[in-house]
């Protein structure tokens, strides 16, 4: 039996300047939820429709511990985990 992968990610709009951090067990559905702008919120608020980094975690706790970590890092801290995963900020994800 497959076990249950976790996932934390980032999106941003298109001009990279809003960043939203979240966690999920189903990184396709959810990027596609954001995408598409299916709930009301942060994401829809501000159109952010681009993955640009995620982390992969078999346990849940560590996944939410590190969202709520990433969350208190600066920016800057941010934008690098972002650079040196997908330097260009490409979205990584065409759903």
Do not use: C
Request: aromatic share 18%; hydrophobic share 35%.
């Amino acid at each position: 039996m497959k076990q249950k992968q976790y996932y934390v990610y980032f999106m941003v709009n298109f001009e990279e300047t809003t960043l939203y951090i979240g966690v999920t067990s189903d990184l396709e559905r959810r990027v596609y939820e954001h995408k598409n702008k299916l709930f009301e919120g942060f994401s829809k608020r501000y159109n952010l429709k681009k993955l640009v980094y995620y982390e992969i975690f078999d346990d849940i706790n560590l996944a939410i511990e590190k969202e709520k970590y990433l969350k208190g890092k600066t920016r800057k801290f941010k934008n690098n985990l972002v650079n040196n995963f997908n330097p260009e900020w490409k979205d990584l994800i065409n759903v």
